[in-house]
């Protein structure tokens, strides 16, 4: 018994290197840089950004304080850092892929309502003009009615 | 009390001016709108041309989007009923009077065309469904009457009349994924009084249907999910009280 408990507690293991570490950091920040960019550049807006920088001072810190990662992984009960790591990064993408689709759903219902108005704005001015110039109902039936094919 | 018939039309050049011409000789009294579903033929001038008013949505959204346009405009123009027929022809515009009865009586607040008919009265021309058609309708039937604990027999029919509730309701909250099915359910759920009635339709005039059997399973599984989630949905006592965020999107009474 007491053998199995010294194999449960055995501390994790890290398996990230000083080079995977230095790799790491060069990357977050070189990521970050690039949001920057895009967002200097008008290509990003600012409100979409902070998720990123989020993941990006993440990636930073666990790389340069290792001890981090292990802790993390030790409260999420895996013995295995790697599979800590791979595990909340997937979270996290799942997480802001859902995110994606609301936002992308209210931007699709937006665009239909902007839609509609302009088609009833047009439908609106066609029945403005109409009243001008006559009745348009009856305008209509007299046009329906003089179409042989209709 | 004035009403409005609107056709939703998508690429319907060669029977649109027919069916308004129909729904002027059965209705002379009603404001005719086309909701031109961002065609890419000659819809929006055909239909101009026949006498409608034209609502050009200018791309293509699809039919809920499309159905709603005609509820909204029909809500801001002030009108007291509107109703909806196709504009491939298959809906005889003499039935759309009698839907429109239904709502004008205060029989109900939405009322259904449904095509199917007591079994020995179909005429030679009537509508006659295909199987796979007939497979999803009594599944998407069961569902239905499961979820709103009313018996409906149309489920699909494009054909309705409504009373401004409708319209306040429809104008916020639409599926534009799944018109026909969820647009009941939800009418439902919000205590508004459906009423369906049997009507005869006709075989298109223009057009196809567009399913084959993959595309009616997939048909059919979405309508399940659509369904379900609908179920959750909050019930409000108010209709068209508290639209969700994708409801409002940015929208005046």
Redesign the interface.
Known sequence: VTGLLAAVSEEPTVHLTSQTRILAAIIAVAFMLMILELIRRDRLQERFSVVWFIAGLGMLAGAIFPGLLAGVADVMGVRDTNVALFSIILLLLLGLALNFSVIM??Q???I??L??E???E???E??RS?ENGGE??V??????KD?P?? | MRTLVFIPAWNEADSVATVIAGVREHLPEVDLLVVDDGSSDETAARAAEAGATVAALPFNQGLGAALQTGYLYALREGYDFCAHLDADGQHPPAEVARLLEEVRADRADLVIGSRYREPGEAKSDDYRPTLSRRIGTSVFRFFLTLATRQRFTDTTSGMRAANRRVMRLFSENYSPDFAEIESLQLAVRQGLRVEEVPVRMLERVGGSSFLTPVHSAFFIFKGLVVLLVGQFRPRNGEAGGEPGPLGKAGVEQ
Do not use: V
Not at chain 1, 139 to 144: C, H, K, S
């Open positions: 759903s209210r699709a219902a937006q239909t309502r839609a509609q302009r088609a009833l047009k439908a609106r066609q029945t109409g348009p109902s305008r209509g039936a007299a046009t329906a179409d094919d209709g």
